[in-house]
Structure formats: structure tokens, C-alpha cells
């Protein structure tokens, strides 16, 4: 089993930045993909960003430009630096782990337990 736990989320003005982190705990191993992905109240959950094993990134277009994903392999660690943060990026933001690399949330096997992202003046 891998464990997921977000951490930074929180109220921000609209042009303003936060950082997500996601540390991971458990049977991780060096083959893991490491995701983001985020749920608006009654939406679907989308997918934001991948960075794979080999730390190659994907990102979903709306936020292409803005976000950037990345990892810490020492702390097993990945973070998602928002920038430029838009009333419709508000949403609960989950880290996802797979060996599998997918920008599907279907395919992700472990997730985080969510952490809120408001985006208003």
C-alpha cells in the first residue's frame, strides 16, 4: 500500500500562487507516476498534472503556462506550484500515484484525501 497526504491548500486572491504538496509513505518504489488531479462541487474530477518516473511532465491545457508540477525523490515527495490562479481553478485538488502512466483518473490506484483550493477576492 502507498499513502498520499496533501498539504497546502488554502484562500487566495484571483493573479495570486499557492504550492500543493503530496508526500508519499508506504511500498513506494522509483516506478511510481505521480498525479494531480482536481474535483469542482458537482464536476467531474479532472486531471491537472503528471510528472512520470523518468520526470517527464503532462499537463491539461487550461493550466499549461501556470502550473508546474514536480518531485523531490529524496523526501518522495511531488508539488504543484499554481500561479496566476483563476476563480475556476477553485476546487478540491487529490494527488494520485500509479505505476501505470495515465492522464486518466480511472487508471490511478492510490490517492490523497483531497485538499481544498478556494480562488476568490
Known amino acids: 500500500q502507498v499513502q498520499l497526504v496533501e498539504s497546502g491548500g488554502g484562500l487566495v486572491q484571483p493573479g495570486g500562487s499557492l504550492r500543493l504538496s503530496c508526500v508519499a509513505s508506504?511500498?513506494?518504489?522509483?516506478?511510481?507516476?505521480r498525479a494531480w488531479f482536481r474535483q469542482a462541487p458537482g464536476k467531474q474530477r479532472d486531471f491537472v498534472a503528471v510528472?512520470?518516473?523518468?520526470?517527464?511532465?503532462t499537463y491539461a491545457d487550461v493550466v499549461s503556462g501556470r502550473f508546474t508540477v514536480s518531485q523531490d525523490n529524496a523526501m518522495n515527495t511531488i508539488y504543484l506550484q499554481m500561479n496566476n490562479l483563476k476563480p475556476e481553478d477553485t476546487a478540491v485538488y487529490y494527488c494520485?500515484?500509479?505505476?501505470?502512466?495515465?492522464?486518466?483518473?480511472?487508471?490511478?490506484?492510490?490517492w490523497g484525501q483531497g485538499i481544498q483550493v478556494t480562488v476568490s477576492s
Open positions: 494520485a500515484a500509479d505505476e501505470k502512466f495515465s492522464i486518466g483518473a480511472r487508471y490511478y490506484k492510490y
Open positions: 508506504g511500498h513506494t518504489n522509483s516506478a511510481m507516476n
Open positions: 510528472i512520470s518516473s523518468q520526470g517527464i511532465e
